[in-house]
């Protein structure tokens, strides 16, 4: 479909996931510490998806008022359903399933 479309298709890591550590310790390993972890809050992801989108860049190709769309499930489900909400100029669409939208302790759903 993104072919058809000459669409690009981008898949970016949450912050904490994979090799995404805003602070580390010695080189390659996180910081998980009490201190660090308070960067890892849904806020914080809806911040690095806006400054990726309102900075990225590819291939040195000009971008003319790109159109961009979110997708998620799940918890990436509820951050693609509060990035349209919140942040209402940096897509022109999302398709947010299976997102849980009301944050709740102890969520054993």
């Known amino acids: 479909m993104a072919k058809t479309h000459n669409a690009l298709i981008i898949q970016l890591e949450h912050r904490f996931f994979g ?3 805003p602070i ?3 080189g390659t390993i996180g910081d998980m510490s009490v201190d660090a972890l ?3 809050t849904p806020q914080q992801a809806l911040e690095d998806l806006a400054n990726f ?3 990225f860049k590819y291939k040195n190709i000009e971008w003319k008022n790109p159109k961009w769309i ?3 499930g799940s918890y990436p489900g509820t951050l693609c359903a ?3 909400a919140f942040y209402t100029d940096i897509s022109v669409g999302g398709i947010c399933s299976s997102a849980p939208l009301w944050v709740k ?3 054993s759903g």
Do not use: A, M, P
């Open 24 to 26: 580390t310790n010695g």
């Open 19 to 21: 090799k995404s550590y």
């Open 82 to 84: 509060w990035s349209r």
């Open 53 to 55: 989108i309102k900075t």
């Open 38 to 40: 308070q960067l890892l």
């Open 70 to 72: 979110l997708f998620g």
């Open 105 to 107: 302790l102890d969520f």
